[in-house]
């Protein structure tokens, strides 16, 4: 059984910066998609970025292309979303979680096939 955790949320202002944290344990990310997913309030889940365990390849989405970066540690068995010039539009929870021999082709909002979630981790942009 594979766990997540999820880390590094808090309150920031526009054009401030965060870096997430999604530790695995139980089982290695190595064949594992993992993908960054966020719920703001009243809203739908929204796909946020993916990364392939496999071969590394990543994708976004549009509305945070060009700010935030995914990039995994395998030592550590974490993956982590930096975001950068964040906006009040990304407020929300952000939740990580995994696709056993899933491609990451393209950004989930929907989360088919994501088999193990986190907690999630609060990212609230404000002035």
């Known amino acids: 059984q594979q766990q997540l955790l999820e880390s590094g949320g808090g309150l920031v202002q526009p054009g401030g910066s965060l870096r997430l944290s999604c530790k695995a344990s139980g089982s290695s990310l190595d064949y594992y998609v993992i993908g960054w997913f966020r719920q703001a309030p009243g809203k739908e889940r929204e796909g946020v970025s993916c990364?392939?365990?496999?071969?590394?390849?990543?994708n976004y989405g549009d509305s945070v292309k060009g700010r935030f970066t995914i990039s995994r540690d395998k030592s550590e068995n974490t993956v982590y979303l930096q975001m950068n010039n964040l906006k009040p539009e990304d407020t929300g929870v952000y939740y990580c979680?995994?696709?056993?021999?899933?491609?990451?082709?393209?950004?989930?909002?929907?989360?088919?096939?994501?088999?193990?979630w986190g907690q999630g981790t609060q990212v609230t942009v404000s002035s």
């Open positions: 990364i392939s365990g496999v071969d590394g390849s990543t």
């Open positions: 979680a995994t696709d056993l021999f899933g491609a990451c082709t393209a950004v989930s909002d929907s989360g088919h096939g994501y088999d193990f």
